[in-house]
Structure formats: C-alpha cells, structure tokens
C-alpha cells in the first residue's frame, strides 16, 4: 500500500494522518486495490454494498438510469475522491445506483466491516477514520442539498448559471470535470437542449467555451439568474 498513500493521503478519510497511520490503517482493514477497464462497473444496482470506494487513477460516475433507458449521473468521481460511502452505513440490501469507469481506472477498496469492528476502538487510526467520515456525510448531505436547489431552478439557463457560479475560480474561469453528455445528464436535460443553451448564453455576451473550459464574460449578469 505504500505506493498509492502520497495519492490518497489528501483524502478527507485520512484528515490529521500520518503515513505511518494511513498504512496501518489500510493493512489492518484488509483494503485492495483493484483495476477496472473503460466502461466496467465498479458496483452494480444489484449489488449489496460493501465497501468504501477511492479512484486513485482514472475516471468515474455514479449514475442510474430510467425505466426508458436514459443515464443520468447523480456525481462524477475524480481523482482521490471517495464514492459509495454513504451506503456503509445504511442498512440497504443493494444500490440505488452504479459506479461506471469512463477511462481505465486504479480504485482503492475499504470494507465496510472496518468501521464496525469492536477491536479497533482503541486504534488511533481506526478512531480518526471514524471522526473523518462523520464530518464528510456532513458535507455530503450538504452537496446533495445544493443538487436539488440547482435542479429546482425553473429554467436550464438558470441551472447553468448556478451551477457556473458555484464552481468558478478567481479568474473567472470553469473547469468542467466531465464530458457534455455528462453535463447534461447532471442537469437532467437532453444534450442537445444543453448544447443549444450554452450556444445562446455565448451569444448573449454571458459566457465563452472551449471545450471543457468554460469562461464567464458578465459576472453580474449571470448572478441575476440565480437571485
């Protein structure tokens, strides 16, 4: 495990960790590393969840789809982020959604039993993972939350312009970590409405793209979408 630590030590799990606790914290849960190729599912729908997810390489999304077949991606997985955590802790017989690669991926595997074993209470590294993983469901439920507000706004150039500025850097810049069939599924429109709709924003003197980069150009004008 030594080798992957200086990729995942930055994770929110490991907050307040030495390396030397991070290894034996991993050693002593029996946690893998496993590989999965473009496109394989990381966990199924049908699948009892058991374990806690971190891509150390690659890419991946979290999605489910409809009773007609669309995807939509509920979170895109980046590099050190963790995924399926939340369903440690629930007592559901299986996933409400799958994990997909987009590109070959390296994810790191911690069983769900190391957060309920007894015998590590008095493991200093089992306690903090412990306390970590409290303050991160606080902060998920918190993303999830923003989610819905961003999908309660009423029309898709809102849900643009909010999603924009929540993620913009002090340049005035957005790097989108996903594709735009991915964009779209996030916003839950079809790809082309998206496309239409970030063409117009241009247009209007709102925004510029270039691929996956996306400049805004009137900073007020876009907040007046949102308030």
Do not use: W
């Not at 982020?81 to 299986?94: R, T």
């Amino acid at each position: 495990m030594k080798h992957i630590i200086s990729k995942i030590k930055d994770n929110a799990l490991f907050y307040q960790m030495d390396d030397a606790e991070i290894e034996h914290s991993l050693s002593c849960c029996q946690a893998e590393i496993k590989s999965y190729d473009k496109n394989q599912k990381i966990f199924s729908q049908e699948d009892p969840p058991k374990s806690l997810y971190i891509l150390i390489s690659g890419s991946i999304v979290v999605c489910r789809d409809s009773l007609n077949g669309k995807r939509y991606i509920v979170t895109n997985i980046r590099e050190k982020e963790m995924f399926g955590e939340v369903y440690v802790f629930l007592e559901e017989e299986d996933y409400p959604y799958y994990a997909l690669a987009t590109l070959d991926s390296k994810v790191l595997e911690i069983p769900k039993t190391f957060f309920f074993n007894e015998r590590q209470r008095n493991c200093n590294g089992h306690n903090l993972m412990i306390r970590n993983m409290l303050k991160i469901l606080a902060e998920k439920a918190f993303f999830l939350n923003n989610k819905v507000q961003l999908l309660s706004h009423g029309s898709l150039r809102q849900k643009i312009a909010k999603f924009l500025l929540e993620d913009i850097d002090e340049s005035m810049y957005v790097k989108l970590n996903m594709n735009r069939e991915e964009f779209a599924d996030y916003l839950s429109v079809a790809r082309p409405s998206l496309s239409r709709e970030l063409n117009n924003m241009q247009k209007d003197g709102l925004i510029e793209v270039d691929r996956d980069i996306i400049r805004v150009l009137n900073y007020s004008n876009l907040l007046d979408f949102v308030e």
